[in-house]
């Protein structure tokens, strides 16, 4: 006998995404943004060897100084590198051809690392070297004073005792270098690990974007882009290169449970999110983002209410339990935690006389140097795709939700100098919508100008300006 209709209820279902629509010939707007983001980048990097590229501001009490002295050695890894991800590229494009996406996905985590260490080359600064400089990292030095256990369960009590960094911060950066002293305490090897662990961001991206977008092309792309961003290679092996992993873990839960709800993604969610406040709790604002993908799925019924509201539920429990399961045998409190350091971050913009109108200019010019300058360019074009050709795309919703993260920072004002590194995250995820423009295009030159692009900025910055230093 059939089920009668008012016996059951009928949920809705996720339609498989829409690949992203291909052009037989570049269309040219792709051709002219790409384009102007190289030109605008060589630019860049010629402005860079004259040392007259802004790195923060005079006006804002802070900038990043000038150490180098241009020589045209310092073009070998670019060079090197260049060459190296170009063939990647080609053999990227035969790969994918032939139907391999996960053999392509394979061979760009496994060259990586080396790829990242050929990029920074000229840096005359070790990884090891920034790993126990107390000055450019100051979490590595208290996991070897204090045990994980004393850490945490002390944390109120020692925490005026920490380096700046360390006092400044949630406790679970100083934890991750318990977890991974577990393999090795040597600062070198600690730099390899924290790098190796920074490039899995390139995966969640991967995954994120064959979920909603169903394209893996893009998928792709946007993971290259992602080994590629210059922000996060120029301030290896410091921990707000990782600071990207919770929240992106935390986005592909969730997209997983609107393209599939269970109550599995919904919990993993919950206790992800934890991890992001425990962590680095900046990369919340992505909020927005979750929000707008939520109001997109009940927008084209592939999310029901009853599963939107299983999904809030599911989620704060779980959270509620992993509070609970920090708060009840260790004794340590994450929102009391949190007020304070939020506070430690207001106070200490007034304390470093850093100016909130210098800074909300200056900020915008901190991404590019941070996303990079080409990406930027193409990422300005895919914001008035996304508005021209209607705002209920994909696509377009994680344009617009991107740069309204941004925004948002932006004018509330909270990063004020040393913003470069506090952009990494965003300009992570923003890699996306860049590789839907170069997507847009059959072939494959577009994402080969910007990846050069990319690599070009790197490696013309790195060894002039200081970044990072112990």
Known sequence: MADSPLLTVERPTAAAPTPVPVADRTPRAVTAVVLAGAGLTVAAAVLAALRLLPAGSRAGAWRYRYVGVFSWEMLLPFAGAAAVVLALLW?????LAGGRERLAVGMWLATAVPLQLLLRAQDEVSLGAIVASDKANSFYTPSLRFGAYEYLTRFTEIVHELPQHARS???GKTLLYHLLGTVSTSPAALGLLITALS??????????????LGDGRVAVYAMILCLLVPGRLFFLPILNTVSPLPILLALWLFVRFLRRPHWGWAVGLGASL???FFFEPLPLVMGLTFAALAALALYRRELSGFDLLRLVSLTLGAFAAAYLGMRAPFGYDLFVNLAEVLADATDFNERAHRPYDVWVVRNLGDFALCAGIAGCVAL???AWDAVRRGVTRTAAVLTLSGLAVLAFLDLVGINRGETTRL???LAVFM????AWVCARSARMWPVAVIATAMVLQTT???????FIRP
């Open 199 to 212: 490039s899995l961001a390139a995966l969640l991206i991967y995954l994120i974007v064959r979920e909603v």
């Open 274 to 276: 934890y991890l992001v």
């Open 460 to 466: 013309a910055l790195t060894p002039m300006i200081a």
């Open 423 to 425: 952009w990494i995250f």
């Open 380 to 382: 300005g074009w895919a």
């Open 431 to 434: 890699q996306i919508s860049v």
């Open 169 to 171: 911060n949630m406790p």
């Open 91 to 95: 053999l990227t494009h035969r790969v």
